[in-house]
Each structure stands twice: as C-alpha cells, then as structure tokens.
C-alpha cells in the first residue's frame, strides 16, 4: 500500500493528538485522581501508535506503544500519578513530536529512545526510575509472576450450565489461550482476527481480558478465550497459527470438576436470571458485526481537510475577481446602461456573500498557538524555579491563518518576559505578602475588525526609573527626552533593539534579543502593541490585530494626481477643517480635534507628491488615524470613496518603503498605494 498519499493527514493528525496528549497531562497533573482524563490521553496515545504503525514509522508506534502501557496502568489503578512519572510522560511526548516534526520535514522519523523507553518500563511495573535498576528487576519480575497467577477465568452458574449442557450434545468446551509477538502493534486486530477464525468454528462464551478491554487494547500480549465447539484442538491450533504476529497457542478442555462458582454476594437466590444471562452471554461474544456497529454509532463528521495551498490558490482567484468586479463597477458608472447597472450590483453581493465564505474557510481557532503555551510555562516554572499558573480564555477567537502563522513567536517572548521579568521568585512574593504562585493571564477576544490577544500578570510590574537610566545610558534617548516621557512611552522603551535590564543573562531572556522582535513581527502584521504596567501589582502587554491581511476595505483619497487607500480599521472619521484652524507646536502643524492636540501629517510632503493644480483653499480635507492611544491628521486633496482592495506585498526590494505597507489595483486599471498609518504616528 502506497502511504506517502495520506502523508499529509498522518502529519496533522499527529499533531492533534500530541496536543491532546499535552493538554490532558497537564490536567491530570492537577487532578491525578481524575480516570476520564487518563481515558482521553489513552485514546489518543493508542490511535497516534495505530497511525504510526500503518504508515509503518515504527520508533514512533514503539514509543507509543510503551508509553500506553503506563497509561493503562494509570487508568487501572496500578500505577500512581507522580512528578516523576509526568516528567517521564512528557519527556516521551517531547520525542514524539520530534519524531513527528521529522517526518514532516521529510525525514524518517527514527530516533534513539532507549533511555525514554526504559524509564517507561520501570514506570510500568510501579518502580522509580531513579533507584536501582537490579533490585527493581527483581521486583517486576515477581510482580509479573504474581499478576500472570491472577490471570484465571471463573465461570458462573449460567456459563457452567452451558458447558455441561454443549457436552450433553456432542461439544467441547476449550480454554484457548493466545500469545501475541511481544513486537506486535496493532494487537486489537490480532485479537480481532482470531475471533473471527474462532467464531467460525463455535460459539465463544467468555474472554479474559472482556471483550471491551481488548477492544481497548488493555492487556499485555496474552488473551484467554472458552470456545463451544466441535472441532479438534489440533485443527483450532493450525487455524489460529495461521494469522500473523500469533506468538503461541496453548488449548486445554474445560474440566467441570475444577470450575469456580462466582457467589451471588448481594442476593441469597442461586440462579440467575434468563434475562440478565443473555445480556451475559452476547458481552461476551466478539463479532466483526459489533465492531461494524461500534464504528457506525459514533458522530459522522461534516468537515474535511484542505490542503492550506488551494485555499491559498482560491484566495488569489477571488482577488483577482474582485480587482474585476471594481473594473466593471467603473465601466457601468460610465455607460450608464441599466441592465449593466443592475447586472453589476448582482454580483456585488454575490462577491460580498462569496467573500465571506472564503475569508471565513481561512479564519482558524487562536486556540492552536495558545494550545501549546501551558506546556511551556511549566518547564518554564520548573527552570527558573518559580510556582507559575496559565490561564487562558477566548481562545476559540478565530484570526486570519496568514496572521495565526506569525503570532506564536510574540506571544512565547511576551510569556517568556513574564514568567522570567515579570514573576517575582516565591520568596520574594511571599515577603511582599502575595500569593507564591504566580499568574498569568492570556486572553484574546475580537473588538470591530480587530482582534486583541492581553497577556498580563501579577509580578512585579515595570519599573520606571530603571528603564529610563538604562535607555539613557545606551543612548536611546536623552535625559531631557526621558523626563518628558508618559509612564506609558517609557514603558515601550523596552522594545527598542537590544535593551534589556535582565541583571544576568539567562537561557530564558536577558540576551537583548526578544521585544524588539515582537513589536517589529506585529507592525509587520498591521497591528500594534501597548503595555501597562503598575509597580509591585503587575503588567500587561495589550496586542492589536487586523481580523485578515488579504481584503480590507479602505477609504480611498487623492493626493495630487496620484490615489492612496488609507485602511478603515484604522480611521477614526473624516474631516473638512478650515486652513486658519491649523496651529505649530514644537515646530510641527497641529490641529485641535475634539480637546485633543493632534498632529497634522501632509501627505503630499511624506510621499514627495506634486500638486495637481495650484490651489489656496481655504479649507483642507483630513483624516483622522489612531495607533493606540496616539492619533493623527492626514492632510489629502480630496476623499474618493470607501472599497474593498485586495492587499498586494510590493515585494522584496520595495519591502523598506516608508510609510507604504503594499498596494492594490482599482477599477480602472490605476495602482493605489496603502498607506501604513502606524508608521506615520510617532
């Protein structure tokens, strides 16, 4: 079977039962006592072996295989929950996605997990993998001999009466006992296998473990099964021998004299009823039929998996059909035909409804970066030797993909600084009379056309006057800049390039790489970043995202003879102000806009742009912009109109323009450039 076609699936799949597997650890570390999480990581880590060993990555499916095996013993309350064991679990699960992460860069997913795996093995026999190793051997072996000794099958008074009745009639009664190789990874199907052979042959009455436990996988390699049947033991033998990964096959007859009555402990009656054995009887039998029926109850899924590069393909498509659909707008304004006309508002709102749909097809959940943070921040508290809590809320809030692709790396440095700056050690926060577990708090909720992702915690908050001596001392600013400065613009003094006022330089931050980098990936996205901070309570670092990058509606505006587009998610309303309204302020144009002084930004002069006509009009059209907190005038010829432009990357060697963050085509041909407002506010 050629598997190299489900590559791709096998590759996200993975990926979300990694998560799952991450995410539910974390949750039973907290509530260890809690056996439907264990269930939930069960199942994942036995679906992620059964996908591995189909597509034939076997490191991957062993590890797997004896991770679950741990799991199982959790499950079934022979192995405690401890730190140890769950730095072992998600030492395990750290090399499943490094394996994993090689097959999806095209590698072969091997990796040496000798020691991951022996540590597992020491876990699951209840031993430390700290101590050792020879006198816990010597343990696991005689536990192994003590569980193998409880391994029986009892019968009760309804399955005896069978046996003895099927022998009144010609039959034999088998216990059939069958080894699986000790490699063997798809054991629910070997088991799955010789049942049916079995089913052919007689009627199975019992199953140790129960059909449900093999069904789940949780046995070792050995199953028990009592068969009805006429067949000779010889020819059960070669039937069974016959089926793949079968180790051996022991068959002994059922002796009537040796059975071991179940006692009824609740009743004083002795039999049992009809009823309830039948129920008995048909949970034990293990058909391809139920198996069939089991998988058709389960919930249909109506969704599928698109590769990412045809909904790529698809948004280009839908770009260029609305480049045309501005073209015909145009044409129709200027032949004035009503059927044109009314052809042309048709499929205006059919583009509308149609870009809706695509732009939504690429919105996806805040949820896959956010889902891999609580992870990280307790390796983080485990390294700095701190006690740190994440909580996380809105993270269903869905954001363009293109945008989810680049925020991860802000959100693990904002979290990073947090955790190491801003989470002050437990002794220190117990002597300020605080709680000595930190918190953070990752939020994001959508606001207009913007999403906002908080990040905030309850440390030690900035503090002003070191900021300040630092950035003064490295010449980012002077000492008559820094003491005009707002708490809020010497906050942001800590995302200029290379500050940091990390006293020792540490593995978690400190190097004097990490804000900067931040707040430059954000403004590349079209977005912002503001902190807060209170001294001794705590900070909190506020990001601003347009909800997509590819279509936006933008107000377009002529300055001299060319067209610009200015974003509407960053317009807060046009004006018409009169020439004689315009002041200087530190030797800049400002304009008074509702109480506020605002600065007033010509766009002819930022741009070099002559003037069309020579014009001394008493009156100047304006736009008014905000990044933030901080506004500004833009000065234009004149207001064109609102509509929706395709966003088009100028490309490489255009990428360091000022002020411009890409350009579009309009109806009639003409390029528009967009102007990035939060570069002209400063």
């Known amino acids: 079977m050629d598997v190299n076609h489900y590559l791709e699936v096998f590759i996200d799949e993975s990926k979300e039962h990694l998560q799952v597997l991450n995410q539910n650890l974390l949750t039973l570390e907290k509530n260890p006592k809690d056996l439907e999480v264990v269930n939930e990581i069960f199942r994942a880590a036995h679906t992620l072996k059964g996908m591995s060993a189909t597509m034939g990555y076997n490191d991957l499916a062993n590890l797997t295989h004896i991770m679950e095996n741990v799991l199982d013993g959790i499950r079934n309350e022979q192995i405690s929950v401890t730190s140890v064991l769950l730095d072992v679990v998600f030492l395990a699960v750290d090399n499943l996605e490094t394996m ?126 009592t068969l009805i049947t006429k067949e000779s033991e010889a020819d059960l033998v070669n039937k069974i021998m016959k089926i793949s990964e079968i180790e051996s096959v022991q068959i002994q007859a059922v002796d009537l004299t040796q059975l071991k009555r179940v006692e009824d402990t609740s009743t004083n009656e002795e039999t049992i009823s009809s009823e309830s054995a039948e129920k008995d009887k048909s949970s034990a039998a293990m058909s391809k039929k139920e198996i069939t029926n089991k998988k058709q109850s389960k919930t249909v899924s109506k969704t599928i998996r698109v590769n990412i590069d045809r909904l790529d393909i698809l948004m280009n498509l839908f770009e260029e059909l609305v480049i045309d659909k501005g073209r015909l707008e145009q044409i129709s304004q200027d032949i004035n035909h009503p059927d044109l006309h009314e052809t042309v508002e048709r499929m205006s709102r059919i583009s509308s409804d149609l870009q809706n749909i695509i732009l939504n097809m690429r919105m996806v959940p805040v949820e896959t970066v956010f889902n891999r943070f609580p992870r990280m921040v307790r390796q983080l508290a485990k390294d700095l030797n701190k006690q740190l809590e994440l909580h996380i809320s809105g993270a269903e809030t869905e954001l363009d993909r293109t945008v989810i692709d680049e925020i991860g790396d802000p959100i693990v440095h904002l979290l990073r600084n947090a955790s190491d700056h801003g989470i002050e050690s437990p002794e220190v926060r117990r002597a300020n009379g605080k709680s000595e577990t930190g918190t953070i708090n990752l939020k994001a909720y959508h606001s207009g056309n913007h999403v906002f992702i908080e990040i905030d915690d309850d440390g030690a908050g900035i503090n002003r006057h070191k900021v300040i001596d630092k950035a003064v001392s490295k010449g980012i600013v002077s000492q008559n800049e820094a003491d005009l400065m707002t708490d809020e613009e010497a906050f942001e003094l800590i995302m200029a390039p290379g500050f940091s006022t990390a006293d020792t330089i540490s593995d978690v931050s400190g190097r004097g790489v990490g804000l900067d980098v931040v707040k430059s990936t954000i403004q590349s996205l079209g977005g912002s970043i503001s902190i807060a901070s209170s001294e001794g309570k705590g900070s909190k670092f506020s990001i601003q995202l347009p909800l997509t990058l590819s279509i936006i509606s933008a107000l377009l505006v002529e300055v001299g003879a060319e067209k610009y587009a200015i974003p509407l998610s960053s317009i807060i309303e046009t004006a018409i102000i009169k020439t004689s309204d315009i002041m200087t302020a530190h030797n800049q144009p400002v304009i008074d806009f509702r109480g506020s002084v605002v600065p007033l930004v010509s766009l002819q002069d930022v741009f070099h742009v002559e003037e069309a006509t020579q014009s001394d009009s008493e009156f100047v059209s304006i736009v008014i912009v905000r990044k933030a907190e901080k506004m500004a005038a833009l000065a234009v010829e004149s207001f064109i109109g609102q509509q929706e432009i395709v966003l088009k990357s100028l490309g490489n060697y255009l990428a360091e323009v000022f002020a411009i963050s890409g350009a579009t085509i309009l109806g009639d041909g003409q390029v528009a450039l967009i102007v990035d407002c939060n570069a002209l506010i400063k």
Do not use: W
């Open 100 to 225: 994993v992460d090689s097959i999806e860069s095209g590698g072969d997913g091997k990796k040496d997990v000798t020691d991951v795996i022996a540590k597992l093995q020491l876990l699951e026999k209840g031993l430390d993998p700290d101590k050792d190793e020879a006198l816990q051997e010597i343990a696991a072996t005689v536990a192994d001999e003590k569980t193998a000794a409880d391994h029986q099958l009892e019968y009760d008074q309804y399955e005896k009466t069978v046996i003895e009745q099927s022998r009144e009639q010609g039959h034999e009664c088998f216990e059939i006992k069958v080894n699986l190789m000790p490699d063997c990874l798809l054991k629910t199907a070997r088991v799955f296998m010789v049942f049916e052979v079995l089913e052919k042959s007689g009627d199975i009455i019992k199953s140790l473990p129960s059909v449900e436990q093999l069904e789940e996988e949780q046995f070792e390699s050995q199953f028990i099964a």
